[in-house]
């Protein structure tokens, strides 16, 4: 990332690699039963694989993570896998000349059939969710635009996936549960974290921590037992009324401490949290057939919702080299979350974790596939259109246009966001003090800490981002190979 003009740039090209909410905004009402009720108006909250490198600090230290991966390793392939969302994006991440339309080959081809066997479909649900689409379809003359269709799909009120009361988060999915993230995987990852969001609080002289779309609860039990008396209030960002109740059971403990809130307050300060935030935001899907830039939406033929091209003057922020066709993704909705909290925000930090890339990587002329992908029940799978409600939408975060979005801000107090550090999860976690807290571990348990870093893992797909408003800092958790300058 290079600094022109007070901003920054994109400014290396790709590496050898081997690689894949807008405002907080009310939702209005949607119909349950096929009734006259509409959904219009919801406005969703304005809210690689390159060789890993390890901490330049001595050729002792390099030696002796290799060895203690290596046990730890011995150890992981005894440990049942947990295929859930972290797994399963990384068959999102690479260039490829020959796949299905979004890159997923014959690896996923019929593990639909399995999935009856864990789950039972809620046809009510599904029905009266496609009944919803169906009419905000016909309102629009005929055609919606791809990032309207998965703002309904994930969040119309008691019927997208995130409002609705399926379980979503779990380590197995005999639980009925869809996708694990880091914080169920082992609570060294927000034990880990906490120092990073401990300096952060400090150095902005704040005492208060905003978690969006905090899931089970698990990195919010971890960060509070943690950081302690240096948390006065947690705040949780979530329009989940079933995953709340299952975040205020979990942290019971707490209670004094716990907010909910379902919308931003018009200023507020302290630490912002974000794991696997960025990724659940809608985007818009670009289509380049025969030369020609197209805006990918969902129309209806019979009763199925069908992909639908119509030409567009939207573009990618960069211009994708060749003339093949090619199918990618803009993230509006992601950028102006980050707009709104600077907007909001007089004084604080944001931490933000996802998967990811930078600009030249996210719009390589190989990635033709786009990284759209769903999960349920631990499986993955490249049709959004099918099972609505039923099951998670995402794609991956362009980071560089988070970070400009930050910089580019232009915000009347001058209190701009400073881009403190971009790195890999692999790089943050061992910066903030994981590998001691792993060896104190049991064998199973430092072998599922070490997926949170090993690079066929979480370890170098999932970024990590830090922004944060007054005078800037060096953080710890990018002490060491820091990617800023790759942005």
């Not at 959904?39 to 304005?46: F, K």
């Not at 289509?287 to 019979?302: F, P, S």
């Not at 066929?456 to 002490?479: D, Y």
Request: charged letters at 20%; aromatic letters at 8%; proline letters at 5%.
């Amino acid at each position: 990332m290079q600094q022109r003009g007070g901003k920054i740039h994109p400014a290396v090209g790709l590496e050898s690699r081997g690689i894949v909410h807008d405002g907080i905004g009310r939702l209005s009402e949607c119909g349950h039963g096929g009734g006259e009720e509409g959904c219009d108006g919801i406005g969703l909250a304005q809210v690689a694989l390159h060789r890993m490198r390890l901490p330049a600090q001595g050729a002792h230290r390099l030696a002796g993570l290799q060895r203690f991966l290596t046990r730890v390793l011995v150890v992981a392939h005894h440990i049942p896998a947990r295929a859930g969302k972290s797994q399963a994006k990384r068959f999102a991440q690479a260039p490829r000349a020959t796949r299905d339309k979004y890159g997923f080959g014959a690896v996923w081809e019929g593990h639909w059939e399995t999935i009856a066997g864990v789950m039972n479909e809620p046809t009510s649900l599904t029905s009266a969710l496609h009944g919803c689409i169906a009419r905000a379809i016909a309102d629009a003359g005929g055609w919606i635009a791809f990032d309207r269709f998965m703002a309904l799909a994930l969040y119309a009120p008691g019927l997208g996936y995130y409002a609705n009361d399926s379980t979503k988060f779990g380590a197995m999915p005999e639980s009925g549960s869809d996708f694990v993230t880091a914080p169920e995987m082992t609570p060294l990852f927000g034990q880990t974290m906490a120092a990073q969001v401990a300096e952060a609080l400090e150095r902005t002289g704040t005492r208060e921590i905003w978690e969006f779309g905090a899931g089970s609860g698990a990195l919010a039990l971890q960060l509070l037992g943690a950081l302690g008396d240096r948390v006065d209030r947690y705040t949780i960002v979530d329009i989940s009324g079933s995953l709340r109740a299952r975040q205020q059971r979990l942290l019971a403990g707490y209670a004094d401490k716990l907010h909910w809130a379902d919308a931003l307050p018009e200023r507020f300060e302290g630490v912002v949290v974000g794991n696997e935030v960025l990724d659940a935001m809608p985007v818009k899907l670009l289509m380049r057939l025969a030369g020609q830039w197209h805006e990918r939406g969902v129309a209806i033929d019979g009763e199925a919702f069908v992909w639908q091209d119509r030409p567009t003057e939207l573009r990618p922020p960069v211009e994708v080299e060749g003339d093949h066709d090619y199918l990618t993704e803009i993230h509006p909705q992601a950028e102006a979350f980050i707009h709104t909290l600077g907007d909001r925000l007089t004084r604080g930090a944001a931490l933000l974790l996802d998967y990811g890339f930078g600009e030249s990587e996210y719009y390589h002329p190989q990635r033709h596939m786009g990284t759209v992908m769903c999960h349920r029940a631990h499986r993955s799978d490249d049709n959004p259109l099918v099972e609505v409600g039923l099951k998670d939408i995402t794609a991956h975060v362009n980071f560089t246009g988070i970070a400009l979005a930050a910089q580019e801000q232009p915000l009347p107090d001058g209190q701009g966001w400073n881009v403190l550090g971009y790195t890999t999860q692999a790089h943050f976690l061992i910066n903030c003090g994981l590998l001691p807290k792993m060896e104190l571990q049991t064998q199973a348990g430092r072998a599922l800490a070490a997926k949170l870093i090993m690079e066929h893992e979480m370890g170098e797909l999932f970024k990590v981002l830090l922004i944060a408003k007054g005078a800037p800092w060096e953080p710890c958790g990018f002490s060491q190979g820091d990617r800023s300058h790759r942005l």
